[in-house]
């Protein structure tokens, strides 16, 4: 298989070289655009995305979780954003998610998760934080994304020894 960057040689620089990551990518069509993702798998795995501009693609995000196969026929799978919630969870809300979290060691499985678990990170922390409270904490699973929403909520960043258990450190 000749490697993606040959391929497509404007994007060789945001990608990753080292024999730690397979990069593989898929050009697919949404509307009239014409894109490029890129799937870096390894230990910090994450996608690239890339726009055609008319004579070469221009990177324009990564953290971007889209599973190209099957496109047209994948069913909306996004939480409903009007699930999220705003604001300071309660100590029973931490104390809930932590004694949860405990019980999953081991035993949640991330298979389902953006690249068959290989980008879930973000994905895992969401679920099992819904599973624990019945509810969404943000509305997406991208790391960039994901940070800037609580950010965005709580409007500051803590010192780690002022969070409790349950609470979530990225």
């Known amino acids: 298989m000749k ?52 004579k070469r693609f221009e990177y324009r995000d990564n953290d971007t979780i889209i599973n190209t196969q099957n496109w047209s026929s994948l069913p909306d799978t996004r939480p409903d954003p009007r699930l999220a919630n705003c604001g300071p969870s309660t100590t029973a809300d931490h104390t809930t998610v932590y004694r949860y979290a405990l019980t999953q060691v081991d035993v949640f499985d991330s298979s389902a998760g953006p ?37 965005d909520c709580f409007h500051a ?4 020894e002022d969070i409790p258990p349950g609470g979530i450190v990225i």
């Open 3 to 54: 490697r993606i960057e040959r391929l497509h040689p404007e994007i060789k620089e945001y990608l990753d070289h080292t024999d730690e990551y397979e990069n593989t990518g898929t050009e697919f069509k949404q509307g009239n655009e014409r894109y490029l993702i890129v799937t870096q798998k390894g230990a910090d795995g994450q996608q690239l995305l890339f726009r055609w501009n008319g």
């Open 115 to 151: 690249d068959g678990g290989n980008l879930a990170c973000c994905w895992t922390v969401r679920h099992i934080v819904f599973n624990a409270l019945k509810r969404w904490i943000t509305r997406t699973d991208g790391t960039a994304e994901f940070g800037q929403e609580l950010h």
């Open 157 to 160: 960043t803590f010192k780690e």
